[in-house]
């Protein structure tokens, strides 16, 4: 019987996705775990493990696994793509001896809907409006990149970073009795994709301002 084993694949987190094989699933008997690039990762006990369900509607295009959970910090839906899910779901659980151990309704516990308070979204819509059309007016004067493009993403990064880590924060943000991990994934992608157009406007704003245009 193996230790554990090691697959890759894809994961869809919520709504948000990693493809094939920027995805990793990795199981012994007392541990699993599915992560993917810029979706984040999810670690899970037998006791917090439902069930594993075949998930998918084309015998040969999107098959996964649906991992059914009890875990209330993490998104409800959590599917990892593979090629033979049946297969994967043997070897999770009767090579490897991953066995789910919680209950059904257990999982029925897990909050739905936006986790978010609608002050939370109003406040970041607002933030990000106000960056956009300060942003908009500094281009009619000049036509080198200004230092509002580059505040706005900065503000996602750093409020996704903030959310992420700041218990004040989470607080004041989430709805009662709902976990920051629920949007994980979502804070994740925005974190990824902020930092990478952050190092871009960055790059390009000392361009313009080293050949002075």
């Given at each position: 019987?193996?230790?554990?084993?090691?697959?890759?694949?894809?994961l869809r987190v919520g709504w948000l996705h990693a493809s094939?094989?920027?995805?990793?699933?990795?199981?012994?008997e007392r541990s699993l775990s599915v992560s993917g690039l810029w979706v984040g990762r999810y670690d899970f006990t037998p006791e917090q493990m439902v069930a594993f369900e075949p998930h998918g509607v084309l015998p040969a295009i999107g098959q996964g696994i649906r991992l059914r959970h009890s875990r209330s910090d993490y998104?409800?839906?959590?599917?990892?793509w593979c090629r033979d899910p049946e297969r994967l779901i043997a070897?999770?659980?009767?090579?490897?001896?991953?066995?789910?151990?919680?209950?059904?309704a257990a999982a029925h516990a897990i909050g739905t809907g936006?986790?978010?308070?609608?002050?939370?979204?109003?406040?970041?819509?607002?933030?990000?409006?106000?960056?956009?059309?300060?942003?908009?007016?500094a281009r009619r004067e000049c036509a080198a990149p200004g230092p509002f493009p580059?505040?706005?993403?900065?503000?996602?990064?750093?409020?996704?970073?903030?959310?992420?880590?700041?218990?004040?924060?989470?607080?004041w943000a989430l709805k009662p009795g709902r976990s920051v991990g629920e949007i994980q994934a979502a804070l994740s992608a925005l974190q990824f994709a902020s930092g990478f157009l952050l190092g871009v406007l960055?790059?390009?704003?000392?361009?313009?301002?080293?050949?002075?245009?």
């Open positions: 019987m193996p230790a554990s084993i090691a697959v890759r694949g894809g094939w094989p920027l995805a990793r699933l990795t199981a012994s998104p409800r839906h959590i599917v990892f070897r999770i659980q009767r090579e490897v001896g991953f066995l789910p151990r919680s209950s059904g936006m986790p978010l308070r609608p002050r939370a979204l109003v406040a970041a819509v607002a933030t990000w409006t106000a960056l956009g059309l300060l942003s908009g007016l580059l505040l706005l993403v900065a503000s996602v990064f750093l409020g996704a970073v903030a959310l992420r880590r700041s218990a004040g924060l989470q607080a960055g790059a390009a704003l000392i361009v313009a301002r080293l050949t002075g245009s």
